[in-house]
């Protein structure tokens, strides 16, 4: 009897001792389990970590991109190489309905009227063409930038205004344009509209007449075009005259449908900032769109028009 229940303590001891070392086993097990469960838990997180870091850097850098340059149309006008007088292709042109006004500013770009007059551009929402001078953009850079990204042409008047040293022989005439139009190209970062106004104008009368006749040659054998103007508000013909004086000029000048009006904005010219919205206000009431120099539509065309500088918002 005492053997029989030594031998059932036994069976009994290793009982529980199997029991305890399966329960050990599974315990091991689980812990194994929650190791791995979440070493997987630290492996998605990193990784979903990745992904959002990836996007935030790609989202930040798209952020900080400068956006492409959307590419200018192409002028709609005779190559310079069959005409290069723009006052010609402005007046012939056939492409739009209507009154077409270019205004243009002289002799800048100034610290004080250029400014000015781009403060009342940007009030009536017009695009106009501005005719600057090599030595007034280096003075002045930030003004020649401010006429840029606010959606104005800017175009060449040489780098001196020197009538002397300027007409003195086609290499000192070529000179001074292809190095304004450098400092030009320098402003905007893109290549300038190879445009040109003679300081004193074209015409063959006058000073240095007879040498501006040959240089408009040597501009069309480079590309360029030339223009001068059809209309004016007269600032340069006194340096005393009102705003109303001004308006006056413009109102007897402005004849035609296509105008191109000679103005300035040279530091002595306050006046003509005071009577640009009188200006303004006037053309649009006889009928004129306004728009810069390199969107002249020369062609006659079926297509839809396109919508004016003065429109674009």
């Given amino acids: 009897m005492e053997r029989k229940m030594s031998y059932g303590n036994i ?17 091991r097990f689980l812990i194994i389990c929650a190791a791995v469960v979440a070493v997987i838990a630290v492996v998605v997180g990193i ?4 992904v959002k870091n990836g996007q935030t850097e790609q989202e930040e850098a798209s952020a900080d ?32 309905e209507g009154k077409a006004c270019y205004l243009t500013f002289d002799d800048g770009p100034t610290n004080t009227v250029t400014p000015a007059i781009l403060d009342v551009l940007k009030q009536y929402n017009v695009k106009a ?13 930030d003004i020649a930038r401010r006429v840029y990204d606010e959606g104005h042409l800017l175009a060449n008047h040489t780098y001196s205004h020197d009538y002397k040293a300027l007409y003195a022989t086609g290499e000192s005439f070529i000179g001074e344009v292809e190095k304004t139009e450098g400092l030009i190209r320098e402003v905007t ?37 030339y223009v001068d103007w059809n209309a004016l508000n007269g600032d340069a013909e006194s340096s005393s005259r009102t705003a109303e004086q001004l308006l006056a000029r413009m109102k007897e ?19 003509t900032a005071q009577a640009l919205p009188s200006i303004i206000e006037y053309l649009k009431s006889a009928g004129y769109e306004f728009y810069r120099l390199d969107q002249i539509k020369y062609y006659e065309t079926v297509e ?10």
């Fill in 47 to 50: 990784s979903v970590s990745s």
């Fill in 129 to 141: 063409t501005f005719f600057m001078l090599g030595n007034m953009i280096e003075k002045n850079k």
């Fill in 65 to 96: 991109a400068v956006p492409a340059a959307t590419p200018k149309p192409a002028p709609q006008i005779p190559p310079a190489s069959e005409q290069n007088n723009l006052l010609k292709i402005a007046e012939d042109a056939a492409g739009r």
């Fill in 253 to 271: 000048t402005a004849g035609k449908d296509h105008i191109v009006v000679l103005m300035h904005d040279a530091a002595a010219k306050k006046s």
């Fill in 189 to 225: 970062g893109e290549e300038p509209f190879k445009l040109v106004r003679f300081p004193g104008g074209s015409y063959n009368a006058g000073d240095h007449a007879a040498e501006k006749q040959k240089y408009k040659t040597l501009l069309q054998e480079k590309g360029y075009y």
């Fill in 11 to 27: 069976s009994r001891q290793s009982g529980r001792r199997y029991q305890l070392m399966l329960r050990r086993k599974r315990f």
């Fill in 304 to 313: 839809e028009e396109d919508k004016p500088a003065s429109m674009i918002m």
